[in-house]
């Protein structure tokens, strides 16, 4: 996919993260991309369509952030119960969003909500942002990405070719584009 030509459903994602980029900023609520999309924004392309938009914020953003896009039109999905401390799933405009919600365990390490046994690395939250389509995001270290993809492996889920595609991109991230 050339970063000119994509189709319609990778400019409705676009659009959504425009706007939950909008809706964030009016909020105050800082929010970094995961999976695919955070793969892009790092290199400024495009680089294939994606099933849908991961993100991550804190914890304490859950209550505001899920009644904002309630009011911009966004579908709580619901998820399964071994989930709802760790994500929040909607839907708007047949694009699916989930934002995962992280918080810090008692000795201060970063880790999933409710999921003390997965410590994230220190430098996982990246400070800067990056560009994409006139669209301005945080996304995840490029380590801390090739890592999860790892842990996902380790507790057993089945890998994707997308997933073997995207290790080599991260791989390539963090030993050219430092």
Do not use: C
Not at 95 to 118: A, D, P, R
């Amino acid at each position: 996919m050339s970063l000119e030509t994509f189709d319609a459903y990778t400019d409705s994602q676009l659009k959504v993260l425009s706007e939950i980029s909008a809706i964030s900023k009016s909020l105050e609520i800082e929010f970094w991309l995961r999976g695919g999309w955070a793969i892009d924004f790092l290199l400024g392309k495009i680089t294939r369509p994606h099933d849908d938009i991961d993100l991550v914020t804190w914890i304490q953003n859950r209550e505001q952030l899920e009644n904002a896009l309630a009011q911009a039109g966004y579908e709580h999905i619901p998820v399964s119960k071994e989930f709802r401390n760790r994500q929040s799933d909607f839907l708007k405009d047949n694009i699916k969003v989930t934002f995962v919600y992280i918080t810090h365990s008692v000795n201060g390490s970063i880790i999933m909500n409710g999921l003390l046994e997965w410590i994230w690395r220190a430098d996982s939250l990246l400070p800067q942002s990056f560009m994409l389509h006139g669209i301005s995001a945080k996304v995840l270290n490029p380590k801390q990405l090739l890592e999860e993809k790892e842990v996902y492996e380790q507790i057993g889920r089945k890998t994707r070719q997308k997933d073997i595609e995207s290790k080599k991109v991260l791989q390539y991230i963090i030993t050219h584009l430092k």
